[in-house]
């Protein structure tokens, strides 16, 4: 059975800092495209970055290009979301998902997470 399991949220003041991990269990994790979307209240969810499985690519929203930065590390089968000079706007509930080939649409991943909820004060 496949698990996402999203940890690393809360509530943190506007130019602050927050890391969320994402640990997967039951697929092979190295072969998969781990992508983090986001949802805030009243908005669709919103595609945030993804980092494909060798690491050679990178990609990001517009709206978090330079502030954020997705990584993972294979040996832990654990994906990250460095999130830094964080905005009130970026409050929502963030998801992370895995999918053979990734992409920008939260419903073409094959796995997805929980969530966890992450705060900006302004």
């Known amino acids: 059975q496949v698990q996402l399991a999203e940890s690393g949220g809360g509530l943190v003041q506007a130019g602050g800092s927050l890391r969320l991990s994402c640990a997967a269990s039951?697929?092979?994790?190295?072969?998969?495209?781990m992508g983090w979307f986001r949802q805030a209240p009243g908005k669709e969810r919103e595609f945030v970055a993804a980092?494909?499985?060798?690491?050679?690519?990178?990609y990001y929203g517009d709206s978090v290009q330079g502030r954020f930065t997705i990584s993972r590390d294979n040996a832990k089968n654990t994906a990250y979301l460095e999130m830094n000079s964080l905005k009130p706007e970026d409050t929502a509930v963030y998801y992370c998902?895995?999918?053979?080939?990734?992409?920008?649409?939260?419903?073409?991943?094959?796995?997805r997470g929980q969530g966890t909820q992450v705060t900006v004060s302004s």
């Open positions: 039951g697929l092979t994790f190295r072969s998969y495209v």
């Open positions: 998902a895995a999918d053979l080939k990734g992409g920008r649409n939260y419903y073409g991943y094959d796995y």
């Open positions: 980092i494909s499985w060798g690491v050679l690519s990178r």
